[in-house]
């Protein structure tokens, strides 16, 4: 690759239009991710009156309110990591280590978010577990008279659904390592008189740590940015989280900008904390023992408690998809909900009122779509623009390039959104108001995801056809569009389609960026929700769930999406 | 950063599984002929995609205009009650209406921020906050007209030139037959006090809905904080809209709202709904569903047209009949009393002329402040 370097040095003259598109992009990234931020920081220490203050600070961390969002953030951001580690460890440790039968299904589990999101996931459990209402709950007070075995309205409610979201990163972080890992330190052990399960815990576990680690960091990340969950399900209950705090602090008459500001710099600090730990984290870490050679990891032979260990990772399938998505299912041929299944309660009048009745709903199909697939088409292209200047071009400031692309991971969608909706409500350019501050909100936010994706796939392609292209005498850009460009075609529609999908349900950005006539899916689940138009939102979620596999069948016969751990990032 | 681990990934295969990112992986060993198979294919969709982004790029910068698409008409009213006026109002002008419906506090801001990007995007807007279309005519933020209809109704529950109500946010106790007996429940805004309502009651959040905020200010103000704060360790369940708290009495998961809009409570009566209505004999808090233009709306003349119809008797009395709400128009037929539910005339209304409206407007960051500490 350095030749390749070397070769373009040599190459490059004074007005080196690659040099000028390096520049551009670079410009562009700076456009999308720092401006947003500097407005958000001027916003957070400015008055009413517009001058210098620290006031929306001390009203962020001294009002019990505020103070108390912050630590729900971190209780639910913990909560959420830790079960999601727990579990997403042990399911890649049954399906990569064990006998268990039925492997193959329990690898599912790295669908999870392809299938649905966390808005319809909360939701679903409302159906199934509130307090009064909720299926599970009635079949409980059936059985028991009175109570119930769950309130879904609580911290843990909100756990619980977050776990489940967050679940699949850590599967495929720890299955890609155990699969990786040197099998000989494990025989050593076992040879050496250790047990399974003490070679399990003292050779295993601490090989793959790094990368449970790794997982860990991004869920909480995740974690500490969800929107959807702790709206739905926390609002209920009076919990607040950072993101509910700066969707409250901004969406209501009168709004209160520089808390809402401040909030954000907060959870931002937060965000960024974590990401900037989990690249020193990767940075530092050498535990070289992935070797070229396939080699076979041993098996643990469980015995009879292997149906046991697959009955417990059928569970988690049936928590995170069978169940939602069939509850939300059910209710959107239904009228009502309630426990008893007649069939004059059947009805496709959800589903007449979403396509042809309710034109915000008919507006929002046609709007996420279309933003999907210019925006997710637009933001690849760029990626791959990004991927190709910083991986091989290599001009001077490419690292920039590369931390700039990867800051949006950091970057909490409602966040983000508070940023632009300053950044761009005032004169001379006005996005406010049009499609256009959407799509530089998706592209913006979904860049590293697309960025991860062309780069896996650019990695694999030797800069020796680059250089062969070059020596012939083609420029850097001609080189670009006829050789690095089809070659990394599957990784571009692999990206594409991960974008895409992401594009068709983004909320949090969304929630506060959209405007009448430019309504998206996820927003108007969300206002029917608010509304109370439950039975109307789950044939909107269903249609949802149906669009997103589509668009992934279509993809993965195509291109056979690699499920990597970009892929858990949909949200 | 993230792709070191991810090749782990996509690397190894241990015999479970997974050929997937085999396209990836084309400089490992594939056979070419596998993905030369693939490329027609994908070129294909690859210029279907193309062909498909050209054009709704195009359809993209084609939504900008608002004016030649017809009447975009803001609402914080019941969204099944729009569809109802955006079906007859089509019906009788053949002119199609789009509204776009959301909590009055929200759609305020959203108002609000829509002309701090210079942006006046609808023609005709109610809003459930008096209080500010008042202060938005002052700053000539209204378009002044005086539709012919607003004549009919009283004049000191109007802005004459400005805006009209297009009927009374009147804020009851309301609760579900099947749970709570006519006798039992509450009968005066103080006995929601009593213990045994504890953990059973719900209401709509002051930060979503017009109304609510209005509901606080006036009870506020008639029986002191003191009140509200003993009323705040009831536990009150906090739903968003007026139409998520009627679900919420209709399920029975709280059988008693301490307040709610009484028209959503009507309009799920008459769907079958065993809601009631609680009046207290010493009064209520109304608020007014407001209806008016902003000043550089797109379509003036469509919007006054709007206003016109939405003020006209039969916009009136179908609204009456289908969603429940009490018009203030003089000249028809008052909704019948019903389930507790008061004649317009014979209900004493509480800290609610537009006075005690407008006194309150300049206080609603304070309100709303003391409100979230106390309820949520």
């Given at each position: 690759m350095s030749a390749v370097g070397d070769t373009a040095g040599r190459r490059r003259t004074r007005f080196d239009p690659l040099l000028v598109v390096h520049i551009a992009t670079i410009l562009l990234l700076c456009v999308l991710i720092l401006y947003p931020v500097a407005i958000l920081l001027n916003q957070s220490v400015r008055g009413d009156d517009g001058s210098l203050s620290f006031g929306w600070y001390l009203q962020a961390y001294t009002s019990l309110r505020n103070y108390q969002a912050i630590l729900n953030t971190l209780i639910v951001a913990f909560g959420a990591t830790a079960s999601a580690v727990a579990i997403g460890t042990f399911l890649a440790w049954a399906v990569v280590r064990t006998d268990m039968p039925g492997r193959r299904v329990v690898e599912l589990a790295s669908l999870v978010p392809f299938i649905s999101t966390p808005l319809i996931g909360a939701l679903a459990w409302i159906l199934l577990?509130?307090?009064?209402?909720g299926l599970i709950n009635q079949a409980w007070r059936f059985v028991y008279?009175?109570?119930?075995?769950?309130?879904?309205?609580s911290i843990w409610g909100i756990i619980f659904v977050e776990a489940l979201y967050e679940t699949p990163l850590v599967f495929l972080l720890v299955s890609g390592a155990l699969r990786s890992m040197d099998p000989t330190l494990e025989e050593a052990s076992l040879s050496s008189g250790a047990g399974v399960f003490k070679t399990t815990w003292r050779v295993t576990l601490p090989l793959v740590l790094p990368s449970i680690l790794a997982g860990a960091l991004l869920v909480f990340i995740l974690a500490a940015e969800q929107f959807a969950v702790p709206a739905v399900l926390g609002t209920p209950a009076k919990i607040r989280v950072l993101t509910t705090s700066i969707f409250e602090a901004q969406s209501v008459y009168p709004a209160r900008d520089g808390l809402a500001a401040a909030l954000s710099v907060t959870l931002l600090a937060i965000a960024l904390g974590g990401l900037v730990l989990h690249k020193r984290l990767l940075g530092a870490r050498?535990?070289?023992?992935?070797?070229?050679k396939a080699a076979r990891p041993r098996r643990v032979n469980l015995g009879r408690w292997r149906y046991l260990l697959l009955a417990v990772c059928v569970l988690y399938l049936v928590l995170a998809v069978v169940l939602p998505v069939v509850t939300i299912f059910l209710s959107s041929i239904r009228t009502i909900w309630t426990a008893d299944f007649r069939l004059e309660q059947f009805t496709l009048a959800n589903y007449t009122r979403v396509l042809f009745a309710y034109p915000a709903a008919e507006r929002a199909i046609v709007n996420s779509l279309i933003l999907a697939l210019v925006g997710a088409t637009a933001t690849i292209l760029l990626c791959a623009l990004i991927s190709f200047l910083s991986q091989r071009a290599r001009l001077p400031g490419h690292k920039i390039l590369d931390t700039l692309a990867m800051v949006p991971m950091g970057f909490p969608g409602i966040v983000l959104a508070v940023g632009l909706l300053h950044a761009w409500i005032t004169p001379p350019l006005v996005l406010y108001g049009t499609i256009w501050i959407l799509f530089v909100a998706y592209m913006t936010r979904y860049l590293p995801v697309g960025v991860r994706s062309v780069s896996a796939s650019l990695a694999q392609i030797h800069p020796e056809l680059e250089e062969s292209s070059l020596a012939s005498g083609a420029t850097w850009l001609q080189t670009f569009r006829h050789v690095t460009l089809p070659l990394l075609k599957p990784g571009i529609a692999a990206g594409w389609a991960l974008l895409f999908v992401a594009f068709t349900r983004e909320l949090s950005a969304s929630i506060l960026l959209y405007s009448p006539r430019l309504e998206v899916l996820s927003v108007v689940i969300y206002d029917l929700y608010q509304e109370g138009g439950f039975r109307t939102l789950c044939a909107l979620a269903t249609l949802q769930v149906v669009i997103a596999i589509a668009v992934l069948a279509i993809a993965r016969s195509i291109t056979r999406l690699d499920q990597s751990a970009e892929a858990q990032e949909l949200r | 950063m993230l792709g070191r681990i991810d090749s782990h990934v996509d690397v190894k295969d241990d015999g479970i599984a997974n050929d997937r990112g085999g396209a990836r992986r084309m400089s490992m060993g594939h056979p070419p002929g596998k993905d030369a198979a693939r490329i027609s294919r994908r070129s294909f969709l690859y210029r279907v995609g193309t062909a498909g982004a050209a054009f709704s790029g195009l359809n993209l910068l084609s939504r900008?205009?608002?004016?030649?698409?017809g009447l975009l008409w803001y609402s914080a009213s019941a969204s099944s009650a729009d569809e109802d006026w955006a079906r007859m109002f089509r019906e009788s002008t053949g002119v199609s209406v789009e509204y776009f419906r959301i909590g009055g506090v929200k759609l305020t801001e959203r108002i609000e921020q829509e002309a701090r990007a210079g942006q006046v995007r609808c023609s005709v807007m109610d809003i459930s906050i008096p209080g500010l279309m008042s202060t938005w005519a002052r700053k000539g933020v209204l378009l002044q007209y005086d539709s012919p209809e607003s004549a009919h109704y009283p004049v000191h529950l109007r802005m004459p030139g400005y805006w009209t109500p297009i009927n009374a946010l009147t804020l009851s106790i309301a609760y579900n037959g099947d749970h709570i007996k006519a006798e039992e429940a509450p009968k005066t805004w103080e006995d929601l006090l009593a213990p045994k309502w504890k953990g059973k009651m719900t209401m709509s959040d002051a930060l979503y809905s017009g109304a609510a905020l209005h509901w606080y200010a006036a009870m506020r103000s008639v029986y002191g904080k003191s009140f509200m704060e003993k009323l705040a360790k009831q536990d009150i369940l906090v739903r968003n809209g007026s139409g998520e708290t009627t679900d919420t009495i209709i399920s029975g998961e709280r059988p008693l709202a301490a307040m709610l809009l009484d028209y959503y409570v009507v309009a799920a009566i008459k769907k079958g709904a065993n809601l009631y209505l609680v009046q207290p004999p010493e009064g209520i808090p109304s608020s007014y569903e407001v209806i008016g233009i902003p000043a550089g709306a797109p379509n003036p003349q469509l919007g006054k047209k709007f206003v016109d119809f939405a003020l006209s008797s039969a916009a009136q009395t179908h609204w009456e009949n289908t969603q429940g709400t009490q018009s203030l128009r003089q000249d028809i037929v008052a909704a019948k009393p019903e389930r507790g539910r008061r004649a317009m005339k014979d209900l004493k209304l509480m800290a609610s002329s537009v006075d005690d409206i407008e006194k309150f407007f300049p206080q609603q960051r304070e309100l709303l402040d003391e409100w979230i500490t106390l309820f949520k």
């Open positions: 577990l509130s307090p009064q209402t008279g009175s109570g119930s075995i769950f309130n879904i309205y050498s535990y070289a023992t992935v070797a070229g | 900008e205009g608002f004016a030649d698409q």
